[in-house]
C-alpha cells in the first residue's frame, strides 16, 4: 500500500515527495506528463489528472493514503469532491488536505470557499482527515524578487494588520509527518485542522524594512492597493484570477492572516526545529547568497 501525491509537481507537492522518501514511505504521484516529472528513484508516477475519472480510479489501486492538493482553477472544487468522491470510493479514508488559513472567514473570495467546501465534505465522510490551513507562502516572494531588487518597491498590498508567512518546505514536512502518522494510525482518528504559519506576523512596512536591511538600501512599501494589484496580476493571467487576487489581498489589508495562539510553538513541536523565517528567505533570493 502506498500514499497517494497530487499536485506534486508545485512548489509545496515536490518537497512533500522529497520529504515521504525520505522517510522511507512508499510514493505515488499523479501528473498530466510523466515525461516532464522529475522525481526521487523508486517514486511510483501515475499519467492522469483529478478529472480523469478512468486514471483517478487507477492511480487509488493499491492507496491507502492520501495527500491532497488540487491548483486555484475555475473548477477546482470539482476536481476536489470528485478526487475526495474516487478515495471514498477506493477505501481510502486516511488522507491530508491542503486547505488555506481563515478558510471559514475570507469566503468571499472563491477558492477560500472551495477549500472550506472540501473541508465540510471530509469532516461529514468520516476521513481520519488533517487539514492543513497555510498562510500566504513567503514562496510567492520568487515571483516579484526582480521589482524589489531592481525598483526599490515591496508591491505586494499585504497591508497593516499583519501576515505570518509560512515557507513551502514547512508546509510539505508538516504534511509527510502527518500522512505518515496517519497512515500508521487507526482509520477512525477523527479530523484535525493545523494552521500553518511563519515565526513573525509582518506587515508591508514590516517586510519593506527587513528588505531594506538586508540590501543595504531604502526599499519602500507600494501601499495598500488591491485594484491596482487586480490590474498588474490581469497582464498575466486570466482575468477571473486577478480579481480573486484581488479579494484576497483586500482581506489581507482588512483583516491580516494572523496566528492563533500557540500556532507557532505548535508548528515547533511537530517538527522539532524553528520555523524558517522570512528574513532568512530574502536573504537567500540575493545573488550573492
Same mark, same amino acid.
Given at each position: 500500500m502506498t500514499i497517494l501525491v497530487t499536485g506534486a509537481t508545485g512548489r509545496v507537492g515536490r518537497h512533500v515527495v522529497d520529504q515521504l522518501v525520505k522517510r522511507g514511505a512508499p510514493v505515488r504521484v499523479l501528473t498530466r506528463d510523466p515525461s516532464k516529472a522529475d522525481f526521487p528513484a523508486g517514486v511510483d508516477v501515475a499519467q492522469g489528472d483529478l478529472l480523469d475519472i478512468d486514471a483517478l480510479r487507477a492511480a487509488f489501486a493499491g492507496v491507502d493514503t492520501l495527500f491532497l492538493l488540487n491548483a486555484v482553477t475555475g473548477d477546482e472544487f470539482t476536481q476536489a469532491?470528485?478526487?475526495?468522491?474516487?478515495?471514498?470510493?477506493?477505501?481510502?479514508?486516511?488522507?491530508?488536505?491542503?486547505? $488555506?488559513?481563515?478558510? &471559514?472567514?475570507?469566503?468571499?473570495?472563491?477558492?477560500? %470557499?472551495?477549500? =472550506?467546501?472540501?473541508? #465540510?465534505?471530509?469532516?461529514q465522510m468520516g476521513s481520519s482527515a488533517t487539514i492543513l490551513r497555510p498562510t500566504y507562502f513567503i514562496d510567492n516572494e520568487?515571483?516579484?524578487?526582480?521589482?524589489?531588487?531592481?525598483?526599490?518597491?515591496?508591491?505586494?498590498?499585504?497591508?497593516?494588520?499583519? $501576515?505570518?508567512?509560512? &515557507?513551502?518546505?514547512?508546509?510539505?514536512?508538516?504534511? %509527510?509527518?502527518? =500522512?505518515?502518522?496517519? #497512515?500508521?494510525?487507526?482509520?477512525?482518528?477523527?479530523v484535525e485542522t493545523i494552521n500553518l504559519v511563519g515565526p513573525d506576523t509582518l506587515t508591508g512596512a514590516d517586510v519593506a524594512?527587513?528588505?531594506?536591511?538586508?540590501?543595504?538600501?531604502?526599499?519602500?512599501?507600494?501601499?495598500?492597493?488591491?485594484?491596482?494589484?487586480?490590474?498588474?496580476?490581469?497582464?498575466?493571467?486570466?482575468?477571473?484570477?486577478?480579481?480573486?487576487? #484581488?479579494?484576497?489581498?483586500?482581506?489581507?489589508?482588512?483583516d491580516g492572516m494572523i496566528p492563533e495562539a500557540g500556532d507557532v510553538e505548535r508548528l515547533t513541536r511537530i517538527l522539532g526545529r524553528p520555523l524558517h523565517s522570512y528574513r532568512d528567505f530574502a536573504r537567500g533570493l540575493l545573488p550573492s547568497a
Amino acid at each position: 500500500m502506498t500514499i497517494l501525491v497530487t499536485g506534486a509537481t508545485g512548489r509545496v507537492g515536490r518537497h512533500v515527495v522529497d520529504q515521504l522518501v525520505k522517510r522511507g514511505a512508499p510514493v505515488r504521484v499523479l501528473t498530466r506528463d510523466p515525461s516532464k516529472a522529475d522525481f526521487p528513484a523508486g517514486v511510483d508516477v501515475a499519467q492522469g489528472d483529478l478529472l480523469d475519472i478512468d486514471a483517478l480510479r487507477a492511480a487509488f489501486a493499491g492507496v491507502d493514503t492520501l495527500f491532497l492538493l488540487n491548483a486555484v482553477t475555475g473548477d477546482e472544487f470539482t476536481q476536489a469532491i470528485i478526487t475526495l468522491n474516487i478515495a471514498r470510493e477506493a477505501g481510502v479514508r486516511r488522507l491530508v488536505y491542503l486547505s $488555506v488559513i481563515h478558510a &471559514d472567514r475570507f469566503v468571499n473570495v472563491p477558492h477560500f %470557499a472551495v477549500k =472550506l467546501g472540501a473541508e #465540510r465534505m471530509i469532516e461529514q465522510m468520516g476521513s481520519s482527515a488533517t487539514i492543513l490551513r497555510p498562510t500566504y507562502f513567503i514562496d510567492n516572494e520568487l515571483m516579484i524578487k526582480d521589482v524589489i531588487i531592481n525598483h526599490g518597491v515591496y508591491p505586494m498590498p499585504i497591508g497593516g494588520k499583519g $501576515v505570518a508567512m509560512v &515557507d513551502a518546505r514547512d508546509i510539505a514536512e508538516v504534511a %509527510a509527518i502527518e =500522512l505518515i502518522r496517519r #497512515r500508521q494510525g487507526p482509520a477512525d482518528v477523527p479530523v484535525e485542522t493545523i494552521n500553518l504559519v511563519g515565526p513573525d506576523t509582518l506587515t508591508g512596512a514590516d517586510v519593506a524594512a527587513i528588505w531594506s536591511g538586508i540590501l543595504g538600501r531604502p526599499i519602500a512599501y507600494g501601499g495598500d492597493d488591491p485594484s491596482g494589484f487586480e490590474r498588474t496580476m490581469a497582464g498575466f493571467m486570466p482575468k477571473w484570477m486577478a480579481y480573486e487576487m #484581488r479579494l484576497m489581498a483586500e482581506r489581507y489589508v482588512s483583516d491580516g492572516m494572523i496566528p492563533e495562539a500557540g500556532d507557532v510553538e505548535r508548528l515547533t513541536r511537530i517538527l522539532g526545529r524553528p520555523l524558517h523565517s522570512y528574513r532568512d528567505f530574502a536573504r537567500g533570493l540575493l545573488p550573492s547568497a
